[in-house]
């Protein structure tokens, strides 16, 4: 990745930011969807010179608690998305009544179960079920999702594991469209265990190692952080990515001209013209992108990378596994 100057020039009538120029009232919308099918076609090739070399292909179980209709929708998604590059697959679905026992014992067989590469459970689960005693009990070699406690130690050492698909994706997403980061001031607006702070590690850590992170000061705020100081951070930041789950949260005001706008969030609101659902981010899209650089939109942002980057973490998984076997 290039290293600019941290002296670039906007101006009134045109923009350019990590050497691109646009309009000076349009960002410029980062296309997830089209990311993500190029990223797919090359795991597919990938996927088939595993099998080519005589490895078996690699299975995915996905484990599902409850009747939740979102976690049905999301799981779905990932399934097609196994179907497409090559991947086998399956849904184990139990109901919500399961004890934390049932679930434990159940991702222990999987864990022992050779044929199984990689295993998540989608969350969140039921509240009776402790997510992160379910989410370390998944064995680290084939925990795709990158949430057990040794694969995030791992990304906070900058070390070689299985990171958490969506802030993979929003990683990729700024290396493709050449959003330069190295010394830039970012702001990550949330702070869960799965996406914002892994997202705050992957911004900030040393490109030098084995991350390949990305060298930004980040700021860190969320749900507690004071309107006004929220937006006064945002208003100093290069990159913004927002986790909050809260619709419109970041407004035109808030953001720097030129700044690259990644929205992580996925609200189900009620169109007040239509009367039918939608879905929308946690940034006021139409306003922001008045004066953003670059955005994200919801849906087809982030969304089908974390998809995308599921599979590569499922593939990884494997990969692993499989070299494991022939030296043992």
């Given at each position: 990745?290039l ?6 020039i ?8 990590s050497?691109?120029s646009?309009?000076s ?11 993500a099918k ?8 990938e996927?088939k010179?595993?099998?080519d070399s ?13 009747e ?9 998604n990932?399934m ?6 090559g991947?086998?697959s ?6 919500a ?11 222990a067989?999987?864990?022992?179960d ?6 998540l459970?989608?969350?969140?689960v039921p509240e009776?079920i ?6 370390n009990?998944?064995?680290v070699d ?16 900058d070390?070689?594991?299985i990171?958490?698909a969506?802030p993979?994706g ?5 290396e493709?469209?050449?959003?330069e980061t190295?010394?830039?001031n970012?702001?990550?607006v949330?702070r869960s265990?799965n996406?914002s702070l892994p ?19 980040v700021?860190?705020?969320h749900?507690?952080t ?23 949260l ?6 720097k ?7 992580v969030?996925?609200?189900?609101i009620?169109?007040?013209?239509t ?17 953003a650089?670059?955005?994200t939109?919801v849906?087809?942002?982030v ?11 499922t593939l990884?998984?494997a990969k692993?596994q499989?070299?494991?076997?022939q030296?043992?």
């Amino acid at each position: 990745m290039l290293r600019r100057s941290l002296g670039s020039i906007v101006s009134l009538a045109s923009r350019k930011y990590s050497g691109k120029s646009f309009s000076s009232n349009m960002a410029q919308i980062i296309n997830g969807n089209e990311i993500a099918k190029e990223i797919r076609g090359q795991l597919k090739q990938e996927l088939k010179d595993l099998v080519d070399s005589g490895n078996p292909v690699p299975h995915l179980t996905a484990v599902i608690v409850g009747e939740d209709p979102a976690s049905e929708k999301y799981v779905q998604n990932k399934m097609n998305a196994c179907l497409e590059v090559g991947i086998s697959s399956e849904t184990k679905r139990l109901p919500a009544s399961t004890t934390q026992e049932e679930l434990l014992q159940l991702i222990a067989e999987l864990n022992k179960d050779q044929r199984v590469t990689g295993v998540l459970v989608q969350l969140p689960v039921p509240e009776h079920i402790n997510e992160r005693t379910i989410c370390n009990a998944v064995d680290v070699d084939k925990d795709v999702d990158g949430f057990n406690e040794l694969n995030i130690g791992r990304l906070a050492l900058d070390m070689d594991g299985i990171v958490p698909a969506t802030p993979l994706g929003v990683k990729r997403l700024l290396e493709h469209q050449n959003i330069e980061t190295h010394g830039r001031n970012a702001v990550v607006v949330g702070r869960s265990k799965n996406v914002s702070l892994p997202m705050a590690i992957l911004l900030h850590a040393d490109g030098k190692y084995a991350t390949k992170a990305l060298d930004a000061t980040v700021t860190i705020c969320h749900r507690y952080t004071p309107p006004k100081e929220l937006a006064r951070h945002c208003r100093q930041a290069d990159i913004i990515v927002v986790a909050v789950g809260k619709p419109g949260l970041i407004t035109k005001d808030m953001v720097k001209p030129g700044a690259c706008v990644i929205d992580v969030g996925i609200n189900r609101i009620k169109d007040e013209k239509t009367g039918k659902f939608k879905l929308v981010g946690d940034v006021d899209f139409e306003e922001v992108r008045q004066v953003a650089g670059h955005i994200t939109p919801v849906p087809g942002g982030v969304g089908p990378m974390t998809v995308a980057m599921l599979l590569h973490n499922t593939l990884k998984t494997a990969k692993k596994q499989f070299c494991d076997r022939q030296a043992s």
